[in-house]
T-cell receptor
């Protein structure tokens, strides 16, 4: 049972446009969320996070939005650059739970020059 | 400070053979996680340790899988006997505390023929 779902396995976006990656979760105990980026032959690296007390967190070109009622979060990248081409994983955890993170299946983003 | 080191980076073996994957974590991080990445299930947590003690191994798929952390600077994940369905990329990750970013190693790509 996938508690964190990324329903789009791939996404292609023109350079300079906005990339929007989506993530849905089912466990209402999750209260902090992270996005990781993964290049081929490398491990995932942390990109941005958000806790459930916020509905938006911004870091440069990257913004994460959280809609708790819909159990949905999204990552916006604007403007998209060729170096953003990677696999993006959404992850969720529970502050009063254990240390585990639950990851989604990932979305492969391709930026077209 | 070097990142998480995993060895080997690639492993090709035949069904039935024993496979040992190794991880050297970043010093000063109390939590160590072993993940498996597949196309179908994304990043799955197999087991994690806190201060070298296994905390949760509920993600270990079968008794064929075992993990140890004899000291703070070394961990192994062993598969015995290996099967073709074990083919995946295995990641080791560390974090300093709950909610803190997890730092991943480069992964070991395992192919069981």
């Amino acid at each position: 049972d996938q508690q964190v779902k990324q329903n789009s396995p791939s996404l292609s976006v023109q350079e300079g446009r906005i990339s929007i990656l989506n993530c849905d979760y089912t466990n209402s105990m999750f209260d902090y969320f992270l996005w990781y980026k993964k290049y081929p032959a490398e491990g995932p690296t942390f990109l941005i996070s958000i806790s459930s007390i916020k509905d938006k967190n911004e870091d440069g070109r990257f913004t994460v939005f959280l809609n708790k009622s819909a159990k949905h979060l999204s990552l916006h990248i604007v403007p998209s650059q060729p170096g953003d081409s990677a696999v993006y994983f959404c992850a969720a955890g529970a502050v009063f739970g254990n240390e585990k993170l639950t990851f989604g299946t990932g979305t492969r983003l391709t930026i077209i020059p | 400070d070097a990142g998480v080191i995993q060895s080997p980076r690639h492993e090709v073996t035949e069904m039935g053979q024993e496979v040992t994957l190794r991880c050297k974590p970043i010093s000063g991080h109390d939590y160590l996680f072993w993940y498996r990445q597949t196309m179908m299930r994304g990043l799955e947590l197999l087991i994690y340790f806190n201060n070298n003690v296994p905390i949760d191994d509920s993600g270990m798929p079968e008794d064929r899988f075992s993990a140890k952390m004899p000291n703070a600077s070394f961990s192994t994940l062993k598969i015995q006997p290996s099967e073709p369905r074990d083919s995946a990329v295995y990641f080791c990750a560390v974090s300093g505390s709950k909610q803190e970013t997890q730092y991943f190693g480069p992964g070991t790509r395992l192919l069981v023929l």
